[in-house]
């Protein structure tokens, strides 16, 4: 017995009300129209097995108020002149919303909406379509809309503040709360700013200072000076040093290698190289090596896991640095610690096109699975001499392609 039910026509309401159709219906009255509802009555045959269940059925759907039923007057070659319900009809936005409960939050999105109207007609304009495309959203965030405008209507006034988050001065808003709201803020920043306020080339959550002009937190890098002779004086003999992104770029030594690892004792344990420092590597972030130029008269050494991402890892440092050349990053090294060996949890398939011959055959077998299934060796488990051996042979700068 499939025939429709009062608990049918909520759901086929519910689902309006799901894909924001009943709340555009209140930004745009003129919008809603006189809806009729999917409707499934029993047939001829059903009314002479089943008289008793229609009998049962056909008071539910009459006891829904929301709702208009068009009859259909019929004879039946049993039950004589009779009439079932031929067409259901939602009559008007309320109905709507009181059949599926939702009459309180319509009622609190209109007044979202007529604060919005009152904040700023310009601003309500800007947000307007954000409002008609994402009307649901809007209802979650009832609670900070009215600090949302209050950042955007501020930002109108002040586009690329060149300032930091924490110093933005409203009330009720604080740096953490925009932090929070970085991807709304986002959608409607760029439907309330105009294109020159907007730094396109800056996306994603990370990058919303750069976008909209504040002031981001300088990236930092971290180094230890590989040769006495080239150190920072007092400073002690560690050398371990941080700096910014700006400072890097405009460090002013002798240096003619360089060498980036991933892992933090192998950073630190680096031993004593002449003319050399190592960089504690950030895994995929590379971006805040390029504006230090210097690096591309120096020789690079990338030293990371022998894994499919340690191979990705060097793919990418290639990009901003295409003369870097990998370190303990080969077959020999793999297959002379095959008792280290662990295991990748989630072996990277594509290609890398940057990668030497040599280093792409490992990574595809790698990748391939050729020797063992995800197999990944981490750079903390090779042994040390290993190290020593590899970066004894490396050429002398006087001698090196790289110069």
């Given at each position: 017995?499939?025939?429709?039910?009062?608990?049918?026509?909520?759901?086929?309401?519910?689902?309006?009300?799901?894909?924001?159709?009943l709340?555009?219906?209140?930004?745009?009255?003129?919008?809603?129209?006189?809806?009729?509802?999917?409707?499934?009555?029993?047939?001829?045959?059903?009314?002479?097995?089943?008289?008793?269940?229609?009998?049962?059925?056909?008071?539910?759907?009459?006891a829904?108020?929301?709702?208009?039923?068009?009859?259909?007057?019929?004879?039946?070659?049993?039950?004589?002149?009779?009439?079932?319900?031929?067409?259901?009809?939602?009559?008007?936005?309320?109905?709507a919303?009181?059949?599926?409960?939702?009459?309180?939050?319509?009622?609190?999105?209109?007044?979202?909406?007529?604060?919005?109207r009152?904040?700023?007609?310009?601003?309500?304009?800007?947000?307007?379509?954000?409002l008609?495309?994402?009307?649901?959203?809007?209802?979650?965030?009832?609670?900070?809309?009215?600090?949302?405008?209050?950042?955007?209507?501020?930002?109108?006034?002040?586009?690329?503040?060149?300032?930091?988050?924490?110093?933005?001065?409203?009330?009720?808003?604080?740096?953490?709360?925009?932090?929070?709201?970085?991807?709304?803020?986002?959608?409607?920043?760029?439907?309330?700013?105009?294109?020159?306020?907007?730094?396109?080339?800056?996306?994603?959550?990370?990058?919303?200072?750069?976008?909209?002009?504040?002031?981001?937190?300088?990236?930092?890098?971290?180094?230890?000076?590989?040769?006495?002779?080239?150190?920072?004086?007092?400073?002690g003999?560690?050398?371990?040093?941080?700096?910014?992104?700006?400072?890097?770029?405009?460090?002013?030594?002798?240096?003619?290698?360089?060498?980036?690892?991933?892992?933090?004792?192998?950073?630190?344990?680096?031993?004593?190289?002449?003319?050399?420092?190592?960089?504690?590597?950030?895994?995929?972030?590379?971006?805040?090596?390029?504006?230090?130029?210097?690096?591309?008269?120096?020789?690079?050494h990338?030293?990371?896991?022998?894994?499919?991402?340690?191979?990705?890892?060097?793919?990418?440092?290639?990009?901003?640095?295409?003369?870097?050349?990998?370190?303990?990053?080969?077959?020999?090294?793999?297959?002379?610690?095959?008792?280290?060996?662990?295991?990748?949890?989630q072996?990277?398939?594509?290609?890398?096109?940057?990668?030497?011959?040599?280093?792409?055959?490992?990574?595809?077998?790698?990748?391939?699975?050729?020797?063992?299934?995800?197999?990944?060796?981490?750079?903390?488990?090779?042994?040390?001499?290993?190290?020593?051996?590899?970066?004894?042979?490396?050429?002398?700068?006087?001698?090196?392609?790289?110069?």
């Amino acid at each position: 017995m499939t025939w429709t039910r009062p608990a049918d026509l909520r759901t086929q309401v519910q689902k309006l009300w799901d894909k924001g159709d009943l709340l555009r219906a209140l930004i745009d009255p003129t919008s809603w129209q006189p809806r009729r509802l999917r409707l499934v009555v029993p047939d001829s045959n059903e009314l002479s097995a089943q008289l008793d269940a229609v009998r049962a059925w056909l008071p539910e759907l009459q006891a829904v108020p929301q709702v208009r039923l068009v009859w259909r007057d019929f004879t039946h070659r049993l039950l004589g002149s009779s009439s079932l319900p031929a067409e259901c009809w939602l009559d008007s936005l309320p109905n709507a919303l009181a059949l599926i409960g939702k009459t309180r939050e319509a009622r609190r999105f209109d007044a979202l909406l007529q604060t919005t109207r009152a904040y700023d007609a310009n601003l309500f304009a800007c947000v307007l379509p954000w409002l008609q495309r994402r009307p649901l959203a809007t209802l979650a965030l009832a609670e900070e809309w009215p600090r949302l405008l209050s950042v955007l209507s501020w930002l109108q006034e002040h586009p690329r503040p060149g300032i930091y988050l924490r110093q933005v001065d409203l009330p009720g808003v604080d740096s953490k709360f925009i932090e929070s709201q970085r991807g709304v803020l986002t959608e409607l920043l760029d439907l309330c700013l105009p294109l020159h306020a907007i730094d396109a080339s800056a996306t994603g959550a990370t990058q919303f200072c750069r976008r909209y002009g504040f002031k981001d937190k300088p990236l930092r890098i971290r180094l230890r000076v590989l040769d006495r002779s080239l150190a920072l004086p007092a400073l002690g003999s560690d050398q371990d040093i941080t700096l910014t992104q700006t400072d890097f770029a405009q460090l002013a030594l002798p240096v003619q290698r360089v060498f980036i690892t991933e892992n933090e004792v192998n950073f630190l344990a680096f031993p004593h190289v002449p003319g050399s420092l190592v960089i504690f590597g950030a895994g995929y972030g590379f971006d805040v090596l390029t504006q230090a130029r210097w690096l591309r008269e120096c020789a690079v050494h990338y030293w990371g896991d022998l894994d499919t991402h340690g191979f990705a890892i060097l793919d990418q440092l290639r990009a901003h640095l295409p003369h870097t050349q990998s370190l303990l990053m080969d077959r020999a090294t793999l297959l002379a610690h095959r008792m280290q060996w662990g295991v990748e949890p989630q072996p990277l398939l594509r290609d890398l096109p940057r990668l030497t011959t040599d280093e792409s055959l490992v990574f595809n077998d790698l990748r391939d699975n050729r020797l063992q299934a995800n197999v990944r060796l981490e750079q903390e488990r090779i042994g040390f001499g290993c190290l020593q051996r590899a970066l004894a042979a490396l050429p002398t700068m006087a001698n090196s392609a790289t110069n």
